[in-house]
């Protein structure tokens, strides 16, 4: 490993560990460098810069996420590696350790993620223009959903253990001002774009820029190793 294993690379490794076949994504022949997962021709390593974030993140993965290569979570844990917790999900059984991690919050948690009818019916939407959320945006850790829309869909909606903590939806605003930064953008926010944007809704433009420019780099070692065949 040319950086030290943090909390989505050891997660992936325990995954591995318990999985009964290979995960074979597309490009699975290619040589890949061992910590970034890109093909080699493709590694980005050298642009990891590992910074700190006034708030926390728990990354929930769906495990079809968090083998692939193309995976945009991880950047946020590779960026602010002491800020972020990675665990699997689980619609029955979630992990005891993330709960104890939630309950240990006292309600100081969030789950990012967009508006939905159900979530507007149940009242369990943070406004997120209140000044008393952005005043203790310091002590507030965001839970993540890490997988296809579809998916995340599925892990918000189907697991009760989630139903008592509140979301937040990024605002028209943030991803206005996100889509005049990239013009011809389909719409389709990865995950690093995402957290991108909250962390500008919070005002946190350093660890915003960071955290997007991180994601382009990524995005471009993805484009280079498909032109050089090894698709991902």
Same mark, same amino acid.
């Given at each position: 490993?040319?950086?030290? *294993? ?8 325990? %995954?591995?560990?318990? @999985?009964?076949?290979? &995960?074979?994504?597309?490009?699975? @022949? ?12 493709? %590694?980005f ?8 974030? *006034? ?5 929930? +993965?769906?495990?079809?996420?968090? /083998?692939? *290569?193309?995976?945009?979570?991880? !950047?946020?844990? =590779?960026? /602010? *590696?002491e ?27 969030t789950?990012? +993620? ?18 008393? &959320? /952005? ?6 850790? &965001? ?9 995340? @869909?599925? #892990? ?6 989630? =139903? ?10 943030? $991803?206005?001002? /996100? ?7 389909? #719409? $389709? ?7 991108? #944007?909250? !962390? ?7 660890? @915003?820029?960071?955290?997007?420019? +991180? +994601?382009?780099?990524f995005?471009?070692? %993805? !484009? ?9």
């Open positions: 490993m040319k950086h030290t *294993p943090h909390t989505v690379d050891i997660l992936r490794e325990h %995954c591995t560990s318990l @999985s009964r076949r290979p &995960f074979l994504a597309r490009g699975s @022949s290619a040589i890949r460098c061992s910590t970034c997962l890109m093909a080699e021709n493709a %590694c390593c050298l642009e990891r810069k590992a910074t700190t974030s *006034p708030i926390n993140f728990i990354l929930l +993965y769906h495990r079809d996420e968090i /083998f692939k *290569p193309t995976n945009s979570g991880r !950047l946020i844990a =590779d960026l /602010f *590696p800020q972020t917790q990675a665990y699997l999900w689980s619609r029955t059984e979630p992990d005891i350790k993330l709960l104890d991690h939630i309950s240990n919050l006292q309600g100081k948690v789950i990012l +993620y967009p508006e939905t009818e159900r979530r507007t019916l149940n009242k369990t939407i943070i406004e997120s223009e209140k000044a008393s &959320f /952005f005043e203790r945006r310091a002590e507030h850790t &965001f839970i993540v959903l890490d997988g296809t829309w579809k998916q995340a @869909s599925k #892990m918000l909606h189907q697991s009760r253990w989630l =139903d008592s903590i509140p979301t937040l939806a990024i605002n028209e605003a943030s $991803q206005r001002t /996100f889509l005049v930064r990239h013009s011809g953008h389909d #719409m $389709q926010f990865a995950t690093a774009e995402v957290v991108s #944007m909250l !962390l500008s809704q919070l005002e946190l433009t350093e660890q @915003s820029d960071q955290l997007l420019h +991180y +994601y382009q780099t995005n471009r070692q %993805c !484009l280079k190793s498909r032109k050089r065949g090894n698709d991902l």
